[in-house]
């Protein structure tokens, strides 16, 4: 069984965060190759990672979405700067 699997990501969707960040980006990577007990990732993705091969494609999506997005600053991510949780 292949643990590491390449695929293409085909939603490109940015979410609202809030939280440590001011938007969730399209995932790079889903899975783990650890086996913590106390991990949630394995209720998603038992056994594995997937690893995106289009990676120019989500940073050309990052990018621009941060030309557009209109948020309030000074905020709890940063003070100045619109912040992308890229996991």
Known sequence: MTL???????S?????????TDFIS???????????S????KRHKPQGLDIAKNTMNILTEINNHCMFAEID?????HNSYTTYDIS
């Open 26 to 36: 399209p995932s790079f990577g889903y899975g783990c190759l650890y086996n913590c």
């Open 12 to 20: 490109m969707i940015i979410r609202p965060s809030g939280r440590s």
């Open 4 to 10: 590491i699997k390449e695929i293409n990501r085909n």
């Open 38 to 41: 106390y991990c949630y990732m």
């Open 73 to 77: 600053k000074p905020n709890q991510t």
